[in-house]
């Protein structure tokens, strides 16, 4: 009977021993002893009065030693058993390296059922506690030989529960200190350089879309170095005020929906989507004002609400890429990455899903996922502007320009001369015009054809060009009439380019066929205008005139005209 009571004994033992500890024991053995996975135990303590004494005593439940336990888990007590199996003493480091986002931690060794030490780290005091290194907790313990140790730690987070614990020997341990995430500050790095990318397109466009992006940047990159510990990494700061940055984790969707606004332009074009924007727009408005008092209350309801944000826009996206909006395509593309990646962090913030790299860094991938993705609608659409009005100019162009010869028109001469006039006038400087027109046209076009004739007036516009000035205004009036401006240019000068024209004229030769080449001649008048005292329809009057006078006078030559002022002043 003693013998059956001694082994009922021994399986309630067991059984009591198995529900206290609820996780295998982390075996300690010889050699470098760098543990980054192995299994502890867990109790959530919501009433969040619960000491030491009290909680040892309460069932634990077994999880990984990287814990994602959710928003209702804010005060979490977690058990780990260290055998030391080496014979003998070693000094090892317990690593917290998430201790950054949370507001204490406490620690509890224990041997044989007595308390050997306790430590405390308010995260508010951090930057004075010996305890904390560049956001990472890091608590020394040395493990008796052949002899179990217990761990107590109690994580109070803000808002959820996101823990982890190492074990480390010396070396092991500085390594992991000294240790960079680049990761976090390749991701902040690309997003600064999409900061300071957008703030030359806003200075060069001034498009509001631009600034909406570039918050949304600002609030994403804040949020992720924050949240992934490069903050706390760099400038060794925590606690409660450290924390209310996580406020950007509200403006980013914020700044998103007025970029969508700004970008599809949804309140002219779209409104029955604008108004689904605007409704949620309101939503998150009142969540930021909800943070700027209580960022940790704001933050508990921030995972529901972004899943509601991720479900509206992306249907709006949907919407608006049915609609046939071209921008809307890539949108939704660089959205379904946000969508995706940041559902998958939802669930691991909510403590559905097992802590992972990708579930864990969920959001701050989808950030620059997408952040990617709106940089290149945004210069996607500065591309299909600069189409338009590339467009529009050549509109303009051809509606100020002769199609055969590519010279202005009469139109636009008139137009632009008058403007000429009057930048003339301001700084008194002498202006001619010139009237030219091709000898003999009409018999060129009775023997050759009206094809060689327009070979001939384009030759002829080339050759203007060829011996003008680039300042100088060349105009096709019309037929075979041709017409300059000469900016700062008097009656001599005036004359000498025309002279040079003339003579250019007669070396010009047209291939009718191959057997003949057509030659002409240009007869020319010239005019100065009367600064400050004529207009511009009245010179080009004058240089008419001299343009039949040389006709008249036999062809092939030029012929002057002066201001009527003048000659009155001469006679």
């Known amino acids: 009977?003693?013998?059956?009571?001694?082994?009922?004994?021994?399986?309630?033992?067991?059984?009591?021993?198995?529900?206290?500890?609820?996780?295998?024991?982390?075996?300690?053995?010889?050699?470098?002893?760098?543990?980054?996975?192995?299994?502890?135990?867990?109790?959530?303590?919501?009433?969040?009065?619960?000491?030491?004494?009290?909680?040892?005593?309460?069932?634990?439940?077994?999880?990984?030693?990287?814990?994602?336990?959710?928003?209702?888990?804010?005060?979490?007590?977690?058990?780990?058993?260290?055998?030391?199996?080496?014979?003998?003493?070693?000094?090892?480091?317990?690593?917290?390296?998430?201790?950054?986002?949370?507001?204490?931690?406490?620690?509890?060794?224990?041997?044989?059922?007595?308390?050997?030490?306790?430590?405390?780290?308010?995260?508010?005091a951090a930057p004075v506690s010996d305890l904390m290194y560049r956001g990472t907790a890091v608590y020394p313990l040395t493990l008796a030989a052949e002899q179990p140790t217990v761990l107590y730690l109690r994580s109070h987070s803000y808002s959820h529960q996101w823990f982890a614990v190492d074990i480390l020997d010396e070396q092991a341990s500085r390594r992991a200190l000294i240790g960079v995430n680049l990761d976090i500050a390749l991701m902040v790095g690309m997003l600064l350089a999409l900061v300071f990318y957008n703030g030359l397109l806003y200075f060069a466009t001034s498009k509001k879309e631009n600034i909406f992006y570039s918050l949304y940047l600002i609030s994403g990159l804040v949020w992720i170095a924050l949240s992934y510990g490069l903050i706390a990494n760099?400038?060794?700061?925590?606690?409660?005020?450290?924390?209310?940055l996580n406020i950007s984790l509200i403006t980013m969707p914020i700044f998103l929906l007025l970029f969508m606004m700004a970008i599809f332009d949804t309140k002219r074009?779209?409104?029955?989507?604008?108004?689904?924007?605007?409704?949620?727009?309101?939503?998150?408005?009142?969540?930021?004002?909800?943070?700027?008092?209580?960022?940790?209350?704001?933050?508990?309801?921030a995972s529901t609400l972004a899943a509601v944000m991720m479900v509206v826009t992306f249907s709006v996206s949907i919407s608006l890429y049915r609609k046939g909006n071209p921008l809307a395509r890539y949108f939704l593309i660089g959205h379904s990455f946000f969508v995706v990646f940041n559902g998958i962090a939802v669930l691991f913030y909510k403590g559905l899903i097992p802590v992972s790299y990708l579930n864990s860094h969920g959001v701050g991938i989808g950030i620059v996922l997408e952040a990617l993705t709106l940089a290149y609608i945004i210069s996607h659409r500065i591309r299909i502007l600069e189409d338009i009005r590339a467009s529009q100019d050549e509109l303009k162009k051809q509606a100020s320009?002769?199609?055969?010869?590519?010279?202005?028109?009469?139109?636009?001469?008139?137009?632009?001369?008058?403007?000429?006039?009057?930048?003339?006038?301001?700084?008194?400087?002498?202006?001619?015009?010139?009237?030219?027109?091709?000898?003999?046209?009409?018999s060129v076009n009775d023997h050759y054809g009206h094809a060689c004739g327009d070979q001939v007036l384009i030759a002829l516009s080339h050759s203007l060009k060829q011996h003008s000035r680039d300042n100088d205004l060349i105009a096709r009036f019309g037929g075979e009439e041709f017409v300059m401006l000469l900016p700062d240019a008097n009656l001599e000068e005036a004359y000498r380019c025309a002279e040079r024209i003339r003579a250019a004229a007669e070396t010009l030769q047209v291939r009718a066929d191959p057997d003949a080449a057509v030659h002409i001649t240009v007869s020319i008048g010239?005019?100065?205008?009367?600064?400050?005292?004529?207009?511009?329809?009245?010179?080009?009057?004058?240089?008419?005139?001299?343009?039949?006078?040389?006709?008249?006078?036999?062809?092939?030559?030029?012929?002057?005209?002066?201001?009527?002022?003048?000659?009155?002043?001469?006679v």
């Open 234 to 244: 760099i400038f060794d700061v925590y606690g409660s005020q450290v924390f209310r």
């Open 1 to 124: 009977m003693d013998s059956h009571k001694h082994l009922w004994l021994l399986v309630l033992l067991l059984l009591t021993s198995s529900l206290a500890w609820a996780a295998p024991p982390i075996d300690i053995h010889d050699g470098p002893v760098n543990l980054n996975d192995f299994r502890m135990a867990y109790h959530v303590d919501p009433s969040k009065t619960l000491t030491y004494e009290q909680v040892r005593s309460l069932p634990f439940t077994e999880i990984n030693n990287k814990a994602s336990l959710g928003t209702d888990a804010k005060v979490t007590w977690f058990k780990l058993l260290l055998n030391n199996n080496t014979g003998v003493e070693q000094k090892l480091f317990l690593h917290l390296p998430h201790a950054y986002h949370v507001a204490s931690v406490e620690i509890h060794e224990e041997r044989a059922g007595t308390l050997l030490r306790r430590a405390h780290l308010d995260l508010d």
């Open 269 to 301: 074009i779209y409104p029955t989507e604008h108004r689904c924007l605007q409704v949620l727009l309101i939503f998150l408005s009142c969540t930021l004002a909800w943070g700027l008092f209580d960022i940790a209350g704001a933050l508990k309801p």
């Open 526 to 570: 010239v005019a100065e205008v009367g600064v400050g005292y004529e207009t511009i329809e009245t010179a080009l009057s004058r240089a008419d005139r001299a343009l039949y006078q040389a006709k008249h006078s036999g062809r092939n030559r030029v012929s002057t005209d002066r201001p009527a002022l003048e000659t009155l002043q001469a």
């Open 401 to 442: 320009t002769d199609p055969l010869t590519r010279l202005y028109n009469r139109r636009f001469f008139l137009s632009e001369a008058d403007y000429l006039l009057q930048s003339a006038q301001l700084s008194q400087a002498p202006m001619a015009v010139l009237a030219l027109d091709i000898d003999h046209f009409k």
